[in-house]
């Protein structure tokens, strides 16, 4: 997915669709995601991780920080829908949907500037 990319060339933005994410399992989210990341791309997920994904993806991610290589990730997605998207059954069931946007990136890199229920605006830097 990520290719080598020469100095001041620019940023590189991986749009990664749910189809593809729904053929993986959980720890290959995570390795794609963070893969990417560390390559100093920009992931941009078409539907979130569970909960539990997004838990998973930190704690693999704090193993991973060393201050010579990488320094973390920054995570933004947009807030859970109101209930009124979710089916009786998952409310019933206390099942949160995944489908919200999320935007991953090199903590050295990306800032978020303004981030409400419809927008998520970030100021991505070259390192």
């Known amino acids: 997915m990520a290719e080598i990319k020469q100095p001041g060339e620019g940023v590189q933005i991986d749009l990664i669709s749910a189809k593809r994410m729904n053929g993986l399992a959980s720890m290959e989210k995570i390795r794609m995601i963070l893969d990417g990341v560390r390559d100093g791309n920009i992931v941009v997920l078409e539907e979130g991780l569970t909960p539990d994904e997004e838990s998973k ?9 060393s201050p010579d290589e990488f320094n973390g990730i920054e995570i933004e997605t947009y807030p859970r829908s109101e209930a009124a998207d979710q089916s009786f059954l998952d409310r019933l069931m206390g099942r949160e949907s995944t489908k919200k946007l999320t935007v991953i990136g090199p903590a050295n890199q990306i800032e978020t500037l303004h981030k409400d229920e419809t927008l998520i605006s970030a100021l991505v830097s070259r390192k």
């Not at 993806?57 to 920080?65: A, F, G």
Request: glycine share 0%; charged share 20%; hydrophobic share 55%.
């Open 57 to 65: 993806l930190i704690e693999v991610t704090m193993t991973e920080i």
